[in-house]
């Protein structure tokens, strides 16, 4: 009995330092994501680009706000009412939500259309499309100034990025990653990275609490 007890003993000391190992060499650490848009070298670092995540609802006059509690990351896409003809670009991604749905469940979409009223046809699609799943949310943008996301989302962007494309957003507002939602492979890669995201931001709390209780 004293044996299995002092086993217990150094187990609980050793878990925590066995955990970080695994953590270090885990595709948390093996992968890293590159960071979009303008760089601004600081003293001894750089500052990333960050985005905006305050949209109107399309179907209110309320605003949500994207808040880093509750979206660590989140996914994004804008939508332009000219490609209704080609399926608004998002073959891949309807494949998900038809198919796959329990592979998306858990992350939060927002998919932001052109408003020009109310609503548009394009909402009225799009809302058709995901009324499966409840993590896919929409906003609207004015439609006079749609394209002044160039300026926003798409500041310095890859050459072949544009509307229809998925942006992964990470906590602190960083892009992340670009993805054509019209092929299953991208928006595969893309929940890939999402993942890999959530999973290094839950590393950084558990690092950020043993300093606190090291400290205590």
């Not at 408003?115 to 995901?130: F, G, H, L, Q, V």
């Not at 989302?153 to 050459?159: A, G, N, R, W």
């Not at 054509?180 to 950020?208: C, N, P, T």
């Amino acid at each position: 009995m004293f044996k299995n007890k002092k086993w217990i003993f150094i187990l609980i000391i050793l878990f925590p330092s066995a955990f970080w190992v695994i953590l270090e060499t885990s595709t948390i650490n093996s992968r890293k994501l590159p960071f979009y848009g303008p760089k601004k070298p600081t003293s001894g670092d750089t500052l990333y680009y960050s985005v905006k995540s305050t949209f109107e609802r399309t179907n209110s006059n309320a605003i949500f706000d994207l808040d880093t509690v509750n979206y660590p990351a989140f996914v994004i896409m804008f939508i332009k009412d000219k490609y209704s003809d080609d399926a608004f670009r998002i073959s891949g991604f309807w494949e998900y939500v038809n198919y796959k749905k329990e592979k998306i469940d858990n992350i939060p979409f927002i998919l932001v259309c052109e408003k020009e009223n109310d609503s548009s046809a394009t909402e009225r699609s799009i809302r058709a499309m995901a009324k499966k799943t409840d993590n896919i949310f929409f906003a609207g943008w004015n439609k006079n100034s749609f394209d002044s996301i160039n300026k926003t989302y798409f500041v310095d962007k890859p050459y072949y990025v544009d509307y229809s494309f998925f942006v992964l957003v990470d906590k602190k507002r960083h892009i992340r990653g670009y993805y054509d939602s019209r092929y299953v492979a991208e928006v595969k890669r893309m929940l890939g990275e999402y993942q890999h995201l959530i999973i290094k931001e839950e590393k950084q709390i558990l690092i950020d609490d043993n300093k606190i209780k090291q400290n205590n």
